[in-house]
T-cell receptor, first 112, second 114 residues
C-alpha cells in the first residue's frame, strides 16, 4: 500500500519549458489535490478534482493545467515555466471533503 | 474569502514542557479545522482535527480547542518530546465554488530543546 506517489521528486526547468507532474493514489479516493508550498506561506491550492473526469480551480491556478482521466491519477502541467513557479509541489488525496488528506512526498521544482 | 493566520511562526520549548499554537480564521461558515505535522522532506500528515459542533478534542498528548465565537482554534501538545520537532500547520475549510476546500496557515516551526 504505497498511498500517494509523486513523480518526479526533483526537477530543474528552464524558463519557457513545459513539464507534467504525475500523482498516483491507491486508496480509491474520490478527491485529489495539487498544492504548492512556498517558504512562510503554507500550502496553497492550485487545482483539485472531486472525481474521475472532473477538475476545478483552486486559489492559484494561473499557469497550470490538470487532468484526471483515471480515478487513481491526477496530472499537473506547467505550460510555460516561469521562475515564480519555483516551489515544492504536493499532491494529496482524500475520501471526500472535510476528511483526512493524505500527501505525497513532494516534488521540488526549480525554474531557472 | 477565508483567511487563516497562525502564530507563532517559530516556537522553542524545553523537552517535557507544553507547546501551544494558535490560529484565527475569518469565514464564520468554516466547519472543519485540521492540524497537520510536516517533518523535514516529507508531506504533511494529519495529527488531529475538530469540527464546528465540538469545542475540544483530545488524543493522548495532543488536544485542539475551538472557539467559534472568537473564530480561533489552538493546538496543545503536552509533555513534549524530541520527535515532536516539526512544522505544524492549521487549516480551516472554506466553501469555494460549491466545494469545501482547506485554507492553510503559514506554519509554526516547533523546536524541542533537550
Amino acid at each position: 500500500n504505497a498511498g500517494v506517489t509523486q513523480t518526479p521528486k526533483f526537477r530543474v526547468l528552464k524558463t519557457g519549458q513545459s513539464m507534467t507532474l504525475l500523482c498516483a493514489q491507491d486508496m480509491n479516493h474520490e478527491y485529489m489535490y495539487w498544492y504548492r508550498q512556498d517558504p512562510g506561506m503554507g500550502l496553497r491550492l492550485i487545482h483539485y478534482s472531486v472525481g474521475e473526469g472532473t477538475t476545478a480551480k483552486g486559489e492559484v491556478p494561473d499557469g497550470y493545467n490538470v487532468s484526471r482521466l483515471k480515478k487513481q491519477n491526477f496530472l499537473l502541467g506547467l505550460e510555460s515555466a516561469a521562475p515564480s513557479q519555483t516551489s515544492v509541489y504536493f499532491c494529496a488525496s482524500s475520501r471526500g471533503y472535510n476528511t483526512e488528506a493524505f500527501f505525497g512526498q513532494g516534488t521540488r521544482l526549480t525554474v531557472v | 474569502g477565508e483567511n487563516v493566520e497562525q502564530h507563532p511562526s517559530t516556537l522553542s520549548v524545553q523537552e517535557g514542557d507544553s507547546a501551544v499554537i494558535k490560529c484565527t480564521y475569518s469565514d464564520s461558515a468554516s466547519n472543519y479545522f485540521p492540524w497537520y505535522k510536516q517533518e523535514l522532506g516529507k508531506g504533511p500528515q494529519l495529527i488531529i482535527d475538530i469540527r464546528s459542533n465540538v469545542g475540544e478534542k483530545k488524543d493522548q498528548r495532543i488536544a485542539v480547542t475551538l472557539n467559534k465565537t472568537a473564530k480561533h482554534f489552538s493546538l496543545h501538545i503536552t509533555e513534549t518530546q524530541p520527535e515532536d520537532s516539526a512544522v505544524y500547520f492549521c487549516a480551516a475549510s472554506s466553501l469555494m465554488d460549491s466545494n469545501y476546500q482547506l485554507i492553510w496557515g503559514a506554519g509554526t516551526k516547533l523546536i524541542i530543546k533537550p
